[in-house]
């Protein structure tokens, strides 16, 4: 964790929220839902994944298109999508609410982590080994 804390801010804080969120999420989608512990882990959650979209605004390791790539359209989408699931759940459009946050669980913290693991990238170094 050494190479993670000597990378510049905010990197450090986005990775593991990032980890966090994968953890609470994988949590959120095994117990039972409509609780009122699956609706307070599930705002905690939602605040972590604003945390890790947010942060990555910030993160110019792939530069594309001047300071920003691909990866900052799926931050955007993030924060769409976590407004979506917010309005799907208070409206009692659960079956979207669902398929919103599992979209961003797949999509948003799992298929991006795979792409944090490309040699030359921090996390790569870190699970791998330098």
Known sequence: MTLLFAEAPPIPLHALAALLAVILGGIQLAMKKGTRLHKALGWIWTVIMAIVAITSFFIHEIKLWGQYSPIHLLSLWTLISLG?????????????????MVALYGFGLILTG??????????HQIIFGG
């Open 84 to 100: 979506l699931a917010i309005y799907f759940a208070k409206t009692g459009k659960i079956k979207r609410h669902k398929q919103v």
């Open 114 to 123: 795979f792409f944090t693991m490309m040699p030359g990238r921090v996390m």
